[in-house]
């Protein structure tokens, strides 16, 4: 991900991206820890904590394209394993080195491996959250060590030349320079060109978009509510301490980038953290395991929104198979169901194909989030009393801000769409649902205005 951002926007723009992009995630925290220690959080994460605030209606939209996003970005995760996988063991790979280089390469092959990585996900989802939260501890201190690895490769590497091949006979040669004031003043600037992989030409919105998918985890945690023993108190210090970790390793790891490797070389090689490291078989491992650890993280995830908007029975018939659940308690008619819709979404073939779409709607879901908290806290509702106090109406109302105007400048049709999209479940919720236990913030909207009137009158 370095290389691709710092390739393309020169190392100013991408730290003015991870700055934007970590101050609408950090705004979002903000009001998450707020919800999510203001009472019980149950299954469903980001959609509970909207629904029971806003509505069903509202809840339902906002939860449904939340678990679209989430199934859109596994599938993105599967097919970046699997241009990883390729690109050191097809047969046309960029490593003219390797003996391994025997994977055919091509649309339909590329479906095939992915499918087989989308189905190792499912055999472990399906096995439920002990197994899958086992596999992300070990994966976690496996990239650790991979990542110590390369950080201490850039200070113990020396100079040298890297040959990147992109099929045929097309053979071009990038330089790892080492730490080099030269090389750190070429990286400066912004030089969108064409994405090798894909053939479009990059601007600031579209790399924006790719990188931003590579810091939107913060939900992990908060979409496995139902399986946390104290979601009130996990989830907030969970995830400000992730997205506190990822913050400083994406910034190091761009400068570092720009200060050691020229611009062929980041434009034109993605993995050329393998040819610089100490032992080049520690970044395989790193990114395989990464790339499938988020492919579980989000199939898992969705999962468990999809069997929370089953239960409340927003949509009827069209999610009955969500409901159904193991002895154990692990819905796997949920994670059967959106293992089908990922293997529809890698139909796309590349991921910066969707990437836009998945940024689109992830923000428009942090929006809710944001809108959610700053409704809780204009309103004064009583029951809204969250232990966590780091965040103000101006911290929602600037996060919704920020999503929206993101939103447009990543792709005004998406965003458009996904407002278009947001609307029509909002009408159709609306007029297929019964009245709701759960509360409307409208109402206690209408009931702060009416108390401070009377307050008003009496004095």
């Known amino acids: ?37 203001n009472g019980a959080v149950q299954g469903g994460g980001a ?3 909207i629904s029971r605030t806003l509505g069903p209606e509202f809840g339902g939209s906002i939860g449904l394209m939340f678990y679209l996003a989430n199934v859109c970005a596994c599938g993105v995760y599967v097919l970046g394993l699997v241009e990883g996988v390729l690109d050191i063991f097809g047969q046309d790979s960029s490593d003219l080195t390797n003996p391994l ?22 055999s472990v989802c399906l096995v439920g959250a002990s197994i899958y939260s086992q596999a992300a501890f070990f994966i976690f201190i496996l990239v650790t060590v991979v990542l110590l690895s390369i950080l201490l490769s850039f200070l113990a590497v020396g ?37 090798y992989t894909t053939g479009n030409l990059m601007n600031f919105a579209t790399v924006f978009a790719v990188m931003f998918n590579g810091c939107t985890g913060i939900m992990a945690g908060c979409n496995m509510s139902g399986e946390l023993k104290q979601p009130s108190r996990a989830i907030p210090i969970g995830t400000i301490i992730a997205v506190v970790i990822t913050f400083f390793v994406y910034l190091i790891l761009f400068i570092f980038t720009a200060l050691t490797c020229d611009r062929t070389l980041l434009l034109e090689d993605y993995g050329f953290f393998r040819p610089i490291n100490i032992w080049p078989p520690f970044v395989l491992i790193g990114v395989y395991a990464t790339s499938l650890s988020a492919s579980m993280s989000t199939l898992i995830g969705a999962s468990r929104i999809l069997h929370a908007l089953a239960k409340d029975d927003l949509f009827g018939i069209l999610l009955a198979p969500a409901k159904l659940v193991s002895k154990g308690g692990n819905p796997w008619g949920a994670v059967v169901y959106t293992w089908a819709l990922v293997q529809l979404v890698l139909l796309a073939g590349k991921l910066n194909t969707i990437a836009g779409i998945v940024t689109v709607f992830y923000l428009m879901a942090y929006a809710a989030i944001d809108l959610a908290c700053l409704a809780l806290e204009w309103a004064s509702a009583p029951n809204f009393r969250p232990t966590f106090r780091l965040f103000s109406w101006h ?21 458009s769409g996904s407002i278009v999209l947001l609307l029509l479940l909002l009408g159709f919720i609306h007029f297929r649902s019964s009245s709701s236990s759960w509360g409307y913030i409208s109402q206690a909207l209408i009931f702060h205005q ?4 009377l307050v008003t009158l009496t004095i």
């Open 1 to 37: 991900l370095s290389g691709f951002v710092v390739g393309h926007a020169g190392l100013l723009q991408s730290l003015l991206m991870l700055f934007v992009a970590y101050a609408i995630i950090w705004l979002t925290v903000l009001s998450v820890c707020a919800i999510s220690t």
């Open 395 to 415: 911290t929602c109302l600037l996060g919704i801000l920020s999503c929206l105007v993101m939103m447009f400048l990543i792709n005004p049709a998406y965003a």
């Open 101 to 122: 280089r025997s994977l055919p390469q091509g649309y339909g092959y590329s479906y095939l491996y992915a499918s087989v990585v989308l189905l190792l996900c499912l």
């Open 159 to 195: 100079p040298r030349q890297i040959t990147i091949r992109h099929g045929g006979n097309i053979t071009l040669i990038g330089e790892y320079t080492g730490i080099n004031r030269t090389t750190l003043h070429n990286n400066l600037q912004a030089d969108y060109s064409l994405d």
């Open 450 to 453: 009416v108390s401070t009137g």
């Open 47 to 49: 959609y509970f904590m």
